[in-house]
């Protein structure tokens, strides 16, 4: 019996790759793929794995097994089971990008009209500035009291 450790010592395949930056060919073939059963780690592995089915873990298959996607048949393709659940998706999505358009335009209205509500209120500001520079420098009579 074969004594195995946790983590086994590191490859001594470094050393092939000393002069692989000057130059690449230097470099050994990849080792072949692994046939038939092989440890690792202590245990020991096959390379024949077969996932078991959904069905034989006792989940229901909500899709067909081998679905015919590119089917040139439109009835075909409508009666799949997946074909009202895409339409259904697609339409979910068309109606959410709608919705999303109509609120950045009105986003965007909102700020056109506030651009312009501060170029007024701009306006007004420079024009009592200037007015209030006339009053001081004692070019313009004063405002009549209120």
């Given at each position: 019996?074969?004594?195995?450790s946790?983590y086994?010592p590191?490859?001594?395949?470094y050393?092939?790759?000393?002069?692989?930056?000057?130059?690449p060919?230097?470099?050994?073939?990849?080792?072949?793929?692994?046939?038939g059963p092989?440890?690792?780690?202590?245990?020991?592995?096959?390379?024949?794995?077969?996932?078991?089915s959904?069905e034989?873990?006792?989940?229901?298959?909500?899709y067909?097994?081998?679905?015919d996607?590119?089917?040139?048949?439109?009835?075909?393709?409508?009666?799949?089971?997946?074909?009202g659940?895409?339409?259904?998706?697609?339409?979910?999505?068309?109606?959410?990008?709608?919705t999303?358009?109509?609120?950045?335009?009105?986003?965007?209205q909102?700020?056109?009209?506030?651009?312009?509500?501060i170029?007024?209120?701009?306006?007004?500001?420079?024009?009592?500035?200037?007015?209030?520079?006339?009053?001081?420098?004692?070019?313009?009579?004063?405002?009549p009291?209120?």
């Amino acid at each position: 019996m074969a004594t195995s450790s946790a983590y086994p010592p590191p490859p001594p395949y470094y050393r092939f790759y000393k002069d692989y930056e000057n130059d690449p060919s230097s470099a050994p073939e990849p080792p072949p793929p692994v046939d038939g059963p092989y440890q690792l780690f202590g245990a020991t592995y096959t390379i024949d794995v077969v996932l078991p089915s959904l069905e034989d873990q006792g989940v229901r298959q909500l899709y067909p097994k081998s679905p015919d996607i590119g089917a040139e048949d439109p009835e075909q393709r409508a009666s799949a089971p997946y074909f009202g659940a895409s339409r259904y998706f697609s339409g979910e999505t068309i109606t959410a990008i709608a919705t999303l358009i109509h609120m950045l335009k009105n986003q965007i209205q909102r700020w056109k009209q506030a651009i312009e509500d501060i170029k007024q209120r701009r306006e007004e500001a420079q024009k009592l500035l200037g007015e209030s520079l006339l009053i001081l420098d004692g070019n313009q009579p004063s405002l009549p009291a209120m």
